[in-house]
């Protein structure tokens, strides 16, 4: 471990779009890479029932619409869990469209020369 955290392998290792698994001491992390460069670690539990929320699909969602209107937005960029369809903004990790969301518990990250670090 360095002062950035945990090395979980080189940008490349992870590709756009999609969630890879890493461990990090006991803990089973998402490693998400957006199409704008971020890169975003998870830990791999819907706070909802314990799902593998990283086992999921990285896609967009459908908002609340007006009658007759139907537009599906921020793909990429939502992480839906596999168990029950709840879906996560991968960014900040809120629950979308609750009253009362939950929250995916997240990991800061950093890129150094090429190396994604993890602080737990």
């Known amino acids: 471990m360095s002062k950035n955290g ?7 290792d992870f590709p756009v ?3 890879r698994l890493v461990k990090v001491g006991d803990v089973e992390i998402g490693i998400v890479r957006l199409a704008n460069g971020e890169v975003h670690a998870i ?4 706070p ?5 929320v990283c086992k999921g ?7 609340p619409s007006q009658v007759g209107s139907l537009d599906f937005v921020r793909d990429g960029e939502v992480l839906i869990c596999p168990w029950h369809g709840y879906e996560y903004d991968i960014k900040t990790g809120v629950e979308l469209y609750q009253d009362s969301p939950t929250r995916l518990r ?5 890129i150094e020369s ?7």
Request: charge should be positive; include cysteine.
């Open 114 to 120: 090429g190396s994604v670090f993890v602080t737990i």
């Open 106 to 110: 997240k990991y800061q990250t950093t």
């Open 48 to 52: 909802h029932k314990g799902a593998p």
């Open 43 to 46: 830990r791999n539990r819907c």
């Open 17 to 19: 779009g999609k969630c």
């Open 57 to 63: 699909i990285v896609g967009g969602t459908w908002p």
């Open 6 to 12: 945990v090395n979980v392998g080189q940008v490349a």
